[in-house]
């Protein structure tokens, strides 16, 4: 019995020492905003599509469903210190689906803090949980070191993907994305798989990521579904890859 | 219909001057900078429209690249539009970036090498253009030093359409080569078409009106303060692989530049409105009304939650 118990407890170490998903649950959490209009962009129709079908892929495949938050319920004040740490940052892999732009993306409530999330507001990802955030919002990740406004964001994130240039609001790229993770590709390969599907000549998928000499994340899988790097911080360089859907 | 006035005036602006401007209901200032006349006496007065179905060499091609490139192969095939996504998984997408610097290849040695390697596999004989682009990284080092890597290279086969272009996720082959410039990858979204009739396309002008009214439509970008329309063209809309498209229609094609608050450069995007005054199908598919959850406040106290906390 105590053999077991010492076995367990090794095996758990050796799981916490790798990461396991921090908690060990391997979780999700969306939001999404179909009605942008009281921040200022034009409503969209599949912004809940994208998110939501996402969320409910992972879901069905284990992963415990933190939160499902859309239109009203989705504030910009969960992706920052403190209160990522009661959200953003308590889940494995999260998606924010409405718009963006250069080095920030948006919401469509004003109420808690405001409409947008810039990379100067200082946003800490990773140093709870977050592993992978994925921004389905236009040129979040600009080329020409743009997305370098990001750097700081990684406390611990493995990857951010979004898109380099514009993109558009296709209702089932989540769905690609999330089936492409849970069949064992790696995330990069999902990310742009997802936007080859749904996306065409003009749009640039594109995905940043921090290392170090001992970790880079950009062969991750999701948990449970291939090899995951160790947090990549502090992390000695950032790149950021790009892929065209010509 | 105030704003449909406003954009008519816009219209007759655009005729005589080439230029005019209105703002957009979101702050957003629209101006075209073509002749408007002179391009709707340009364009063809009817366009033909084709019905679809299923491409029927995917699966072939499918096992065709299976066979080629062994175990690590892996991908789609959608039965609803016959596509077919097939990939060496263990090469493409999959190389991280390094100062290793790979081959450097000419634009017509891409064009010449993706075009073999899609009549290999069954490219249709059909009418297509060309494109090639460059997959790359950006690596920022700690020490602050900017070094670009290539990664890959993406050879795209377009379908055209009685000389038209073929916009959107279909309607094209596309070939994944890799940092070495070997085929690691393939797209087909190639479906079968046969012409149902020649119909009437719409007044410019009342397309151009839509555009005003929404300068953005899908496209999922914030911010934008004002946008260019410096041109239009036709073409027609494929959708992707996994969505149903039973007509294949023709499109206004509008070249927009959006500028954004806060950025030197301007976005370039194109947005895409039907061409006919009868629609056969929507334009892109559309989504579903999705639940969301709600919404309640979680402790943040204690430091890191533990398991089932937050049940």
Redesign the interface.
Known sequence: MSRTVSVTLVLLAALAMAGWA????LEVGIE?INVC?P????N??????VA??FYNALVADGYVG??????E?AWERDFKE??D??WID?VDIAMHA?????C???FGETSHEDC?LRATDGPRWGN??LEWLIL????VLK???E??CW?DAFRGLHLICSFG????????RGT?FANKLI?G??V??AW??AA???????TIASVMGAGNSSD?P??DHIWGHGSVCSDPYPA??????????? | MKSLRIVLLVGCAVGLLGVGSVTQR??IDVSVEFNLDQMERALTRELRVFEAYADDKGSWVYDALRSRWGEKT?GDIARISGGV?V?D?GR???T??TRVEPKRFSTDALREMGVQFAFEYGMPEERYEV????????????KGE?TN?L?GF?V?L?RTLDQLAT???GGRV?VFLDAAGEPAGY?RVWRGVEAIGNFPRRMLEEALAELVE?P?????????VSVRVTGVRLAYYER????AQQFIQPVFAFTCLAK????REE????RYLFALEKQFEPL????????????F????EGG????GQ?E
């Open positions: 921090q908690d060990g649950i999404w209009s921040c200022g962009n034009a969209l129709g599949c912004r809940d599509d939501v079908n933190r939160f499902n938050f859309g239109n319920w403190p209160w740490s009661t308590t409405d718009h963006g732009n250069s920030r993306f948006a947008r709870l949980d389905d919002d236009c040129s080329p020409n070191f997305w370098t750097e240039a514009t993109a558009h609001d296709s209702c089932s690609h069949d590709w790696t990069v390969q742009f798989y080859e599907q749904t996306e065409g000549a003009g880079d950009y062969n000695t360089y950032y790149w950021c890859t790009f892929h065209h859907c010509n | 979101f702050g892996d996504f990939g998984m493409l997408w999959s991280a970036p494109s090639t682009a460059t997959d790359r990284a950006e690596l920022m080092t700690e900017r890597v990664l993406n795209t377009r916009v959107g996720p596309k797209l929404d953005l439509g899908p496209v999922i970008a914030s911010d934008v992707g692989m996994f969505d954004v608050e806060g950025a976005l370039a995007y194109e892109l598919p559309t989504g579903d009304r999705l639940p969301s959850e709600k919404r406040e979680r402790p943040r890191p939650k533990t398991p937050d």
